[in-house]
């Protein structure tokens, strides 16, 4: 049955369909998940891609085959299936392969709640038990139904952030041929706001550009027409839309750091004292402005896992990630780009002033970005790393997740952490000003980087 361990990922499973990932794979983790969570019933939804009704059909024949029920939303984001997955408080499937390209596809998966399934909550016994092979079942098989539930989470949305009182915004929003298209008019339904759509025709093909929205190219169609409209924001989703990307009104890029903080800043309003979770490469900016405003910042690892883990254990009503994921206490501790978009929407269209001027306060320090480089010995490289900056004035260093190395007083931080998956390891500087974050970037790649 092909390379599972290829296909298994950290919090996922994905592949090449059909060569990696294929109907009989899906049928197998169907039966496998029933058997895993005990589950009289799961809820499934799919994304737009040509390969994922076959996927999500052979699912629920694996699902049925254990006893299950399968309830099927049908197309559907992958909050949105949180959405499902919550408030019927059912076990839940996500066929979809996010932002990567037509090629892929894959499948999420979350207990009752939506409560993450990951290597460490499941997924391994999932795989092992396709290896070995799912025990048959001498029960009844169960029944596959449907139901909408595009209008319930649309609604559920809005009773979490106002926007009764907001001004008439221009919204420009870029979903990329993915399931933005399918889920924001619904939405934006009743709001005041006037839509300007690009690529909302569901298209797994992803004729216009990859639904990638943290590579920078992929955002120039949606930069372009924000400026050319004279919108107030542009918002950009990636492929199962469960990420949200933001441009201003003059066409340059947020950085998600800077909406982590607008959005710690709005719950705290209406949660006092609450704890905010980020992970360790977001702007050091968050954790300043979450203090500053009576909250409590707590630093994680990267990854969604992490983050939810650590807010379930503190109780913390946000949690944001340098890369646009964005979870929510209020909506299971799971992730939801179009519920952090409807708080910058709010936020925005509460005050008279642009976007560029609402985001200044949070955006404090200059950002290198992440910057890969191919390493073939990235622990001898970030040994390396470590040994230069041990020991010089006022440096502090700690390894939460790969090296981070700061300096408070002269505000500078910059954190090498590993791939993964690849032989890769990850930079991210940032500084007070652009020369010393350039200099700071400089001196770690050129150890990095030696040959």
């Known amino acids: 049955m092909g390379d599972l361990a290829k296909i298994f990922k950290a919090y996922d499973i994905r592949g090449v369909v059909p060569d990696e990932l294929d109907p009989a794979i899906a049928e197998a983790a169907g039966a496998a998940f029933v058997r895993v969570t005990g589950a009289s019933a799961v809820v499934t939804a799919h994304d737009m891609r040509e390969s994922s009704v076959p996927l999500a059909e ?29 408030s019927l408080d059912l076990p839940g499937a996500m066929f979809t392969a996010s932002h ?15 409560r993450p399934v990951g290597r460490d909550t499941g997924l391994t016994e999932i795989r092992e038990m396709i290896e070995q092979g799912v025990p048959a079942y001498d029960g009844e098989p169960g029944t596959v139904s449907r139901r909408d539930v595009l209008k319930g989470y ?12 907001i001004r008439r915004l221009k919204v420009v929003v870029d979903a990329g041929n993915g399931m933005g298209g399918h889920t924001v008019p619904s939405v934006f339904e009743g709001l005041p706001i006037d839509l300007v759509p690009m690529y909302f025709e569901l298209d797994g093909t992803f004729p216009n550009h990859e639904a990638n929205p943290i590579e920078p190219a992929n955002l120039r169609d949606l930069q372009a027409k924000v400026r050319e409209t004279g919108a107030d924001i542009g918002l950009a989703f990636d492929g199962d839309a469960d990420r949200c990307f933001v441009v201003d009104e003059r066409g340059e890029i947020v950085a998600p750091s800077a909406i982590t903080a607008l959005v710690a800043t709005r719950e705290l309003a209406k949660h006092p004292g609450s704890s905010i979770v980020h992970n360790l490469i977001t702007s050091a900016a968050v954790p300043e402005i979450i203090a500053e405003h009576g909250g409590t910042p707590v630093r994680t690892r990267v990854g969604h896992s992490f983050i939810k883990q650590t807010m379930a254990e503190t109780g913390a009503v946000f949690g944001g990630e340098h890369s646009a994921h964005f979870y929510f206490r ?77 300096n408070e007083d002269e505000g500078w931080w910059f954190n090498l952490r590993p791939s993964n998956t690849e032989p890769l390891l990850r930079l991210n500087a940032e500084a007070g000003d652009e020369k010393t974050m350039a200099a700071l970037r400089d001196e770690v790649l050129a150890i990095v980087r030696e040959k």
């Open 100 to 114: 990567n390209p037509a090629k892929y596809n894959g499948l999420k998966l979350c207990r009752s709640g939506a």
């Open 154 to 165: 649309a609604d559920h949305l809005k009773t979490l952030v106002d926007l009764s009182g």
């Open 58 to 86: 052979a699912f629920a024949r694996g699902a049925t085959s254990q006893g299950a029920d399968v309830i099927e939303a049908g197309l559907g984001s992958t909050d949105m299936l949180y959405y499902a997955s919550g």
């Open 330 to 406: 209020d909506f299971w501790f799971a992730d939801s780009g179009m519920l952090a978009a409807l708080h910058v929407l709010a936020a925005l269209g509460q005050q008279a002033g642009p976007l560029s001027e609402l985001l200044g306060e949070y955006t404090r320090y200059v950002a290198s970005g992440e910057i890969n480089s191919e390493v073939a010995d990235q622990s001898a490289a970030a040994a390396q790393v470590k040994d230069a900056f041990a020991g010089r004035p006022g440096v502090t260093l700690d390894e939460l997740d790969g090296l981070t190395v700061a």
